[in-house]
């Protein structure tokens, strides 16, 4: 292990990308990232006063009406309008920085920035007005306003846009460096792109064909089954759309972070290549009650569910042979001291660490939500929601704030001249996220449903949720706070903090670094491939079935006038 003990190199060897001129992408990058945090500072004063609706004590402007407005926004704004220009963002920032040359189609990615940007503003109108409460999943046969729909396929057209230059980057990149391996961050980076290309293939599909038209008024009625299956195409890869990039602060931002190295780059890979062909041909897993499919292809895409639990164990590996390194590094011993010894004090090793702890809580909870017997117990009830809080608001965005810590001083020029702060503000989402969704679980357990107006506490048996709805509330006042705490952090080094941050980012080296990787974890041709196998055995015959044998359709409730 010897060979280990040198520490990390510094920042590495500049490129076109000097460490004193500005990177070309930072106004791009902000762009997306504080109409990310927008969103999602509205979506959190939403998201509490929701939590106090569902409570025993009275709410403002509580009216079943405001209640699924609110919840469409709350649901929108988090899942799409926060996640997608995230990582629209962060993609941007990870091919600049690392592979040091410009961005191609620096205009094309803002021509798509305002297609997106006025899709979601038509969509947040359309959801204001009253005229689109079908909350984040679209619920046909109801139907909202077609602008709505529209705003929102305005939205995933700018997101192709960014997985196309995602891939022209890549691609120009390896031409200029033949043979060479292209840098597991931008590896990552474009497979959650060709992830993406597959993944909204089945809600373009659900959209473009059947649900745009129908609220237009051209049709009177939709097959639902059909629109479930094509949504559940996108339902489960979109969640490891919104979890890529926390995987990729683990390989290639928090080994650094921690003062040491990447334990294995092949191993990165490899996982983001399975996460790119397991994510897949899995979504019928959210159709566990639904008839319209057989109980064959159910136990099919349940088995297929099971292995997405290989990149995740891969990862969990390697972050914490990695972390066991850094902390032997710094002069940990014996089996556990090496813990100790890390720099906690890190925002990033810090949100890694929180992200983990959350990520064990709300893994156990899939793996009962996955499981066809168990599913049965808790589906449709809070347990469900609590669930995706914790991992995808809890293990996923606590790792958003920490990249945006990690990248906003090279971007705005300035670091953050006290870290307490930020330390503080990663600890409250924690204990929020914990303090709000264990309860959450819990009520679910006893049956408390998901997605409902209004609780009748007069009830006995729901008096008796009560109390745990009121310790619910009280994590996600704390969560709130944290929220509005983030974006004071991040806004703060606009105007203040300490002058002279290097206008770039070093990402974690391997303790390896690769000379040569194999062409297919270099590429993604091979998985492609795999990918459309899969998917033709997975969903070909539960798609075609709806067209050899037409069921029955659903009469459809236009919500908008
Ligand atoms: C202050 C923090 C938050 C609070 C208090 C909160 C609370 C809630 C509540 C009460 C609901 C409605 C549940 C129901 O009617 O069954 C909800 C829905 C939802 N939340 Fe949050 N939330 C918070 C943060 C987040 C975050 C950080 C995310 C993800 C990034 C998120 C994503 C969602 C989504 C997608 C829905 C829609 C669920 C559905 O349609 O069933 N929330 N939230
Ligand atoms: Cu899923």
């Given at each position: 292990m010897a060979t280990l003990a040198k520490p990390a190199p510094a920042a590495p060897r500049r490129g076109r990308t000097s460490a004193t001129a500005e990177l070309q992408t930072s106004r791009l990058v902000l762009a997306h990232m504080w109409l990310a945090f927008a969103a999602f500072g509205i979506a959190i004063l939403l998201g509490v006063w929701q939590m106090w609706a569902r409570s025993p004590v009275e709410a403002p402007y509580h009216t079943a009406a405001n209640y699924f407005r609110s919840v469409t926004l709350h649901g929108v704004s988090m899942a799409y309008v926060l996640t997608t220009f995230f990582i629209m963002g962060f993609g941007y920032y990870v091919a600049e920085t690392s592979l040091r040359r410009p961005l191609p189609g620096l205009s094309i990615a803002w021509g798509a920035y305002i297609v997106g940007l006025a899709g979601v503003l038509m969509a947040a109108l359309s959801v204001l007005s009253g005229n689109a409460s079908v909350l984040y999943t679209f619920y046909p046969p109801m139907t909202a306003t077609p602008w709505f729909y529209i705003g929102i396929t305005l939205t995933v057209v700018a997101s192709w846009v960014w997985c196309v230059l995602m891939l022209v980057a890549m691609r120009q990149w390896k031409a200029a460096n033949r043979g060479k391996p292209v840098p597991l961050v931008m590896y990552a980076t474009v497979a959650n792109a060709v992830m993406w290309l597959w993944t909204t293939v089945g809600v373009a599909a659900e959209?473009?064909?059947?649900?745009?038209?129908?609220?237009?008024?051209?049709?009177?009625?939709?097959?639902?089954?059909?629109?479930?299956?094509?949504f559940s195409w996108t339902l489960h890869p979109i969640v490891y759309f919104w979890l890529f990039p926390a995987y990729i602060a683990f390989y290639t931002m928090a080994p650094r972070a921690a003062g040491g190295r990447l334990y294995s780059d092949t191993?990165?890979?490899?996982?983001?290549?399975?996460?790119?062909?397991?994510?897949?041909?899995?979504?019928?897993?959210?159709?566990?009650?639904?008839?319209?499919?057989?109980?064959?292809?159910?136990?099919?895409?349940?088995?297929?569910?099971?292995?997405?639990?290989?990149?995740?164990?891969?990862?969990?590996?390697?972050?914490?042979?990695?972390?066991?390194?850094?902390?032997?590094?710094?002069?940990?011993?014996?089996?556990?001291?090496?813990?100790?010894?890390?720099?906690?004090?890190?925002?990033?090793?810090?949100?890694?660490?929180?992200?983990?702890?959350?990520?064990?809580?709300?893994?156990?909870?899939?793996?009962?939500?996955?499981?066809?017997?168990?599913?049965?117990?808790?589906?449709?009830?809070?347990?469900?929601?609590?669930?995706?809080?914790?991992?995808?608001?809890?293990?996923?965005?606590?790792?958003?704030?920490?990249?945006?810590?990690?990248?906003?001083?090279?971007?705005?020029?300035?670091?953050?001249?006290?870290?307490?702060?930020?330390?503080?503000?990663?600890?409250?989402?924690?204990?929020?996220?914990?303090?709000?969704?264990?309860?959450?679980?819990?009520?679910?357990?006893?049956?408390?449903?998901?997605?409902?107006?209004?609780?009748?506490?007069?009830?006995?048996?729901?008096?008796?949720?009560?109390?745990?709805?009121?310790?619910?509330?009280?994590?996600?006042?704390?969560?709130?706070?944290?929220?509005?705490?983030?974006?004071?952090?991040?806004?703060?080094?606009?105007?203040a903090g300490v002058p002279g941050a290097p206008r770039t980012i070093a990402y974690a080296q391997a303790i390896h670094p690769p000379e040569r990787v194999p062409a297919s974890l270099n590429g993604f041709g091979l998985w492609n491939l795999l990918v459309a196998l899969l998917m033709l055995v997975a969903y070909g015959y539960p798609i075609a079935q709806f067209f050899i044998d037409p069921p029955p359709q659903a009469m459809i409730h236009r919500l908008a006038e």
């Open positions: 959209l473009l064909f059947q649900v745009i038209p129908a609220a237009f008024g051209f049709n009177s009625t939709i097959d639902v089954g059909l629109t479930r299956t094509l191993m990165g890979r490899l996982a983001f290549v399975l996460l790119l062909l397991y994510s897949l041909p899995v979504g019928m897993h959210h159709l566990m009650m639904d008839p319209e499919q057989s109980n064959g292809f159910k136990f099919v895409q349940m088995f297929l569910t099971a292995l997405v639990t290989i990149p995740t164990l891969l990862t969990i590996f390697t972050i914490t042979a990695s972390f066991e390194i850094a902390g032997r590094m710094r002069g940990g011993r014996g089996l556990l001291g090496w813990v100790r010894t890390l720099p906690w004090d890190r925002p990033m090793v810090l949100a890694t660490g929180l992200a983990f702890v959350m990520l064990f809580f709300g893994g156990g909870g899939g793996l009962i939500n996955m499981s066809y017997g168990m599913n049965a117990m808790v589906h449709n009830t809070s347990w469900v929601t609590a669930h995706f809080h914790l991992i995808f608001g809890g293990t996923v965005v606590i790792m958003y704030f920490a990249i945006a810590y990690a990248i906003w001083p090279s971007i705005t020029g300035r670091s953050f001249e006290d870290l307490r702060p930020l330390r503080i503000q990663l600890w409250m989402w924690f204990i929020g996220m914990m303090v709000m969704t264990l309860p959450w679980h819990w009520t679910g357990l006893w049956g408390q449903w998901r997605r409902v107006a209004a609780f009748d506490y007069s009830n006995p048996m729901i008096a008796s949720w009560g109390p745990w709805v009121l310790v619910s509330l009280a994590g996600g006042v704390i969560l709130a706070l944290s929220g509005l705490l983030f974006i004071y952090n991040i806004a703060l080094l606009h105007r």
